[in-house]
């Protein structure tokens, strides 16, 4: 055996230390729970277009009371469009469905749940007499104007932020009042939580009874089209100890983090999270393939550590466009944390890493628009390349967006109807009629931005992760031409997209195998 190389031993040993340094972690950071449970949820995307409804529902999986907040945001530049608190017994369950009625109301939101909600979400009566209350466009007009347009149909497509707020303190006033009672199983009384905060106990001090948030929520939803026949289903994603305090043993018994707010101050926000509140730090757990690490950022960059467990380098999904078959695949892309480093009301006139444009008050929202490349690969792995021999990109320009996986060849146009009838569709270039197109693979590279590799602003450590924070799903759907198309005739699936990370200290890669420190 060849000695090895002093500069190789110095080098193993200090990738070794690098490696080891990297695995300590502890439970008291961001973190992606795959088992879908946690402190906050991300759903990528909602739409009331074309005669589609999304129903998402909320459940507690513990035993504690839970304050929860909701934010719908519409997709261009994830302004708000409704906010609002949700109260969950332990076990308990709460649905809404949002809906259009016509072009002034386009997104309005109804409860199919008597759970507690603060406001109670009545505003409006169908004629029914069920009452509902409509997504509104404040948040993007008069005062609040950005570059995107200021029009009802904004609000019909956006995404849903839950984030839980505290516990109620058992057996206390505001507890037994959401408590479920009776054989109906409907809270004891919701006008006591209403209550408290109009000139009650929460009107001057929004944390009365409630200790800090401990975990254990999650939320599906699925796109429904009845008249179509098409439904999408979907889990949001999850996000744990969001906001945590290492002195809080056992877990929820202090109110050190209770976010709990009046919904019209818009707080709780994803920027918000915290690890540590005397340290005034926020951290985040990243699985990587071959390692845990743990990263630190100061509170003041909070929205870092959230971004950080959601970096991708790359996504990818499988895709049909098989015409023969009546398959369309439509992918939401969604990027949760955007606003927080490009809308101009909240970081100035200059984005922040590891996003490059701005979203303006006013002018041209293309400003903010995320240019990548994307490779296609048809069923037998093949990459297909594009009609002008150029390398394709996507425009990918809003907080949430639907691609139209449809490759088509040159002066033809995708001949199906797209279920979720997005505005917000970023083009595939045009690829040869000589190339098989219906289906395969895609893959987008989050990464290269030309010149400059995008790249979240360092951990206190000095670790970056590269690429942006995504999320999403595809949504596939079959028309079986047999029948024609009817209700009857389509079959609709939904899957979540796939990523890559990439993480350096030093320029080194994070992510070597256990064993492996680098050398030959």
């Not at 570059?147 to 058992?170: H, K, L």
């Not at 083009?427 to 590799?453: M, Y």
Request: glycine share 8%; proline share 8%; charged share 15%.
């Amino acid at each position: 055996m060849s000695p090895i190389h002093p500069y190789r031993r110095a080098l193993r040993t200090c990738l070794g230390a690098l490696a080891l340094a990297l695995v300590a972690t502890t439970a008291d950071a961001v973190r992606l729970n795959p088992d879908g449970t946690g402190q906050v949820l991300l759903f990528p995307y909602y739409t009331t277009r074309a005669g589609n409804q999304t129903i998402f529902t909320l459940v507690n999986h513990t035993t504690r009371t839970k304050a929860l907040n909701v934010r719908l945001s519409e997709a261009r530049n994830g302004r708000a469009t409704l906010n609002f608190n949700v109260y969950l017994g332990p076990r308990d369950t709460w649905t809404g469905v949002l809906f259009s009625i016509d072009e002034t109301r386009p997104a309005n939101l109804i409860a199919t749940d008597p759970s507690c909600t603060y406001p109670a979400l009545v505003d409006e009566m169908l004629i029914d007499g069920r009452g509902y209350s409509p997504l509104l466009e404040y948040e993007y007009t008069g005062a609040n104007d950005d570059a995107g347009p200021d029009d009802y149909d904004r609000i019909s497509e956006g995404t849903i932020t839950v984030i839980e707020t505290g516990n109620f303190v058992p057996g206390s006033d505001l507890a037994k009042a959401v408590a479920p009672t009776g054989t109906n199983g409907a809270p004891a009384n919701c006008d006591v939580i209403r209550a408290a905060w109009t000139g009650g106990a929460w009107t001057t001090n929004p944390g009365a009874d409630l200790t800090n948030p401990t975990g254990g929520i999650s939320g599906e939803a699925m796109v429904l089209n009845v008249g179509v026949g098409t439904v999408m289903g979907f889990n949001a994603t999850a996000l744990d100890d969001f906001r945590v305090d290492p002195a809080d043993l056992p877990a929820g018994s202090r109110a050190s983090v209770v976010s709990h707010a009046h919904p019209n101050r818009f707080r709780p926000t994803l920027a918000d999270a915290l690890s540590d509140p005397v340290a005034a730090v926020a951290k985040a757990t990243v699985d990587l393939q071959y390692r845990r690490m743990e990263l630190e950022y100061p509170a003041t960059r909070a929205i870092d550590a959230v971004s950080a467990v959601l970096m991708s380098s790359t996504i990818s999904t499988n895709y049909s466009a098989d015409r023969v078959a009546g398959a369309t695949t439509e992918w939401v892309i969604a990027f949760p944390t955007k606003p927080f480093y490009t809308d101009e009301a909240i970081v100035g006139t200059t984005a922040l890493a590891p996003f490059g444009g701005v979203y303006p008050r006013a002018g041209d929202e293309a400003a903010s628009v995320v240019s990548a490349g994307y490779t296609l690969y048809d069923r037998t792995g093949r990459s297909v390349p594009t009609s002008n021999g150029t390398s394709p990109r996507l425009a990918l320009g809003y907080v949430a967006q639907v691609v139209a996986v449809a490759p088509r060849d040159e002066g033809s146009l995708p001949a199906l109807p797209h279920p979720l009838a997005s505005v917000l569709q970023p083009r595939l270039q045009p690829i040869p009629s000589t190339r098989r197109h219906d289906g395969g693979t895609i893959d987008v590279n989050l990464v290269n931005a030309g010149e400059l590799n995008r790249a979240l602003r360092p951990s206190t450590e000095g670790t970056v992760m590269y690429g942006l924070p995504a999320i999403g799903f595809a949504a596939v759907n079959y028309i079986n031409r047999n029948t024609g198309v009817s209700s009857a005739a389509n079959y609709s699936v939904a899957k979540p997209q796939r990523r890559a990370q990439d993480c350096r200290r030093n320029l080194l890669n994070c992510d070597v195998p256990s064993g492996n420190n680098g050398g030959p």
